[in-house]
Nanobody, 115 residues
Framework: VQLVESGGGLVQAGGSLRLSCAAS????????IGWFRQAPGKEREGVSC????????NYADSVKGRFTISKDNAENTVYLQMNSLKPEDTAVYYC?????????WGQGTQVTVST
């Protein structure tokens, strides 16, 4: 399984970014793609996830109402639309693939939100 994130960058507070996670090399239908982030000096935290089988989604309380996760099955890509960005959203964002747990991770993409 390979995961490649893209879409990170520098944005002002209140702005938006859309992250992409292009996935390949998997054969199962029942899996979950999750987005995580890690800020300097902080532990990695889960941001959002989506089930491929039924499309169910989950969000961290800190991003509810601002971030939206979605998937394009034809492109095997999962997106994270991030609106109303805050400086505290600054982190390296990773996507991960898993069935019972996350086994595969992308290389990460930097998101920096300036004041």
């Amino acid at each position: 399984v390979q995961l490649v994130e893209s879409g990170g960058g520098l944005v002002q507070a209140g702005g938006s970014l859309r992250l992409s996670c292009a996935a390949s090399g998997f054969t199962l239908d029942d899996y979950v793609i999750g987005w995580f982030r890690q800020a300097p000096g902080k532990e990695r935290e889960g941001v959002s996830c989506i089930s491929n089988l039924d499309g169910r989604t989950n969000y961290a309380d800190s991003v509810k109402g601002r971030f939206t996760i979605s998937k394009d099955n034809a492109e095997n890509t999962v997106y994270l639309q991030m609106n109303s960005l805050k400086p505290e959203d600054t982190a390296v964002y990773y996507c991960a693939y898993g069935v019972s747990r996350y086994n595969y991770w992308g290389q990460g993409t930097q998101v920096t939100v300036s004041t």
